[in-house]
């Protein structure tokens, strides 16, 4: 008998252990080495219809770019000024802020977390990756009289981690599309309360079914609209997002979190429920999580009050208000003034050909995917600063 694969060691696990909590059975089906994530080497939704926005094209990481010069001068042009990018897959949105040359460039030491070994090693493809001690240290070195000195303007350094580095330094955590992919629990609203959806075994001991257990499960309702919710409603419970900003905001003495996702408040949530939770299948809407473990991507819409509740908890605080949608946020950092510059440009080029003009009518293109409404545009930036010490 060769090796069990991923559905046949959560059901063993289910046999010894009884039913798992939905969280448990998702980081086993995507994180196992056979599991989705090493077949589908990482970039679940990179392709088809489901794209995410580095991938549309290089006016993402130019506007990005401008997003981190904003951060660096906020915090008095730091030098070194660390951007860790974290779920920062093969590394095209890191080689497009290089390619657009902030002003930040020269202190720029730029950490890709990534943590599947396929895409950090076509992250080396891209960029020229140094090894973590030559991005991350020394930031000073022995000065002549042995006072140790800054080492300035030795940017842009660019190194590659599994994880979040344990660090405090000053700079931004940026994520695009990382927390909608860890892993979340369910709750569902049944006539006692809250009830925890776990993942055990039908009578025929192999098919994976649904069970409903009784949990107390804390920091899962607050909002009123999940007190009021009606019988039978369902809501993410954000553990995998919780747990990783609760880190991000460790790794920063100073500085801001940014993270671009399809976050959604409770009352959201509720309203959508049960239709946060998806599935994807070669770059297509797959159906019930539970089939064919390991196959298919599964991603929610991120639970914006846990998220921004876990970062009060870690120091940070968060503006007022609604966080931005992505078509604001590329507003304010200057789309629209991109648009007409290439409009201008196609209009006075000569021959639609040269590579000027291709490169301009692409940006329309580009502006309009980032923006849209009904799609990328619809994610939301969520800015978590962090200015203690
Ligand atoms: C949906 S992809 C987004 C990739 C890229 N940010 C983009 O926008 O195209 C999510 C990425 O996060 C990575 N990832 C998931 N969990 C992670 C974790 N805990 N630490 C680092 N990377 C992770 C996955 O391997 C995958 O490459």
């Known amino acids: 008998m060769g090796p069990m694969d991923v559905a046949e060691r959560i059901r063993a696990r289910i046999h010894r252990e009884g039913p798992i909590p939905f969280a448990a059975y998702m980081t086993m089906a995507l994180d196992e080495p056979d599991g989705f994530f090493a077949r589908a080497r990482g970039a679940g939704r990179a392709g088809g219809d ?32 660390i951007v860790i990018e974290g779920g920062a897959g093969d590394g095209t949105l890191a080689r497009d ?42 930031f000073v070195r022995a000065g002549g009289d042995g006072v140790p000195e800054p080492v300035a303007g030795a940017g842009p350094v660019v190194t590659q981690l599994e994880d979040l580095p344990a660090l405090s330094v000053e700079g931004v955590v940026f994520a695009n599309e990382l927390l909608d992919n860890l892993a979340f629990g369910v709750i569902e609203r049944t006539a006692a309360g809250w009830s925890n959806v776990c993942v055990g075994l039908a009578a025929d001991g192999a098919t994976l079914t649904e069970i409903l257990v009784d949990a107390p499960l804390t920091g899962t309702k607050s909002g009123s609209a999940a007190h009021g919710a009606d019988l039978g409603v369902r809501l993410p419970v954000a553990v995998g997002a919780a747990e990783w900003v609760t880190q991000a905001a460790r790794t920063l003495s100073r500085g801001a979190i940014l993270l671009v996702d399809y976050f959604a408040t409770t009352d959201e949530l509720v309203e ?37 509740a876990a970062a009060r908890a870690a120091g940070c605080s968060i503006a007022d208000g609604p966080p931005p949608t992505q078509a604001e946020w590329l507003a304010q950092l200057g789309i629209a003034a991109e648009v007409d510059a290439a409009r201008a ?12 003009a291709l490169v301009a009518r692409s940006t329309i293109t580009e502006a309009a995917a980032l923006t849209d409404p009904s799609g990328l545009g619809a994610h939301r930036v969520v800015r978590l600063a962090r200015s203690r010490h």
Do not use: K, M, N
């Open 50 to 81: 489901f794209i995410t926005s580095p991938r549309v094209g290089s006016l993402f990481g130019r506007l990005v770019a401008r997003a981190l010069d904003d951060e660096w001068r906020a915090l008095g042009e730091p030098d070194p000024f």
């Open 97 to 138: 802020v290089l390619r657009a040359a902030p002003a930040c460039t020269r202190a720029l030491r730029y950490v890709l977390v990534e943590r599947s070994p396929a895409l950090r090693a076509e992250q080396r493809d891209r960029l020229a990756v140094e090894p973590p001690e030559d991005a991350l240290g020394p």
């Open 272 to 308: 959508r429920s049960p239709a946060w939770l998806r599935t994807y299948r070669e770059h297509r809407r797959g159906h019930d999580p539970l089939v064919s473990p390991g196959e298919c991507d599964i991603t929610a819409d991120v639970p914006l009050d846990a998220v921004v």
């Open 345 to 356: 440009l196609l209009e006075r080029a000569a021959d639609p050909r040269v590579t000027d």
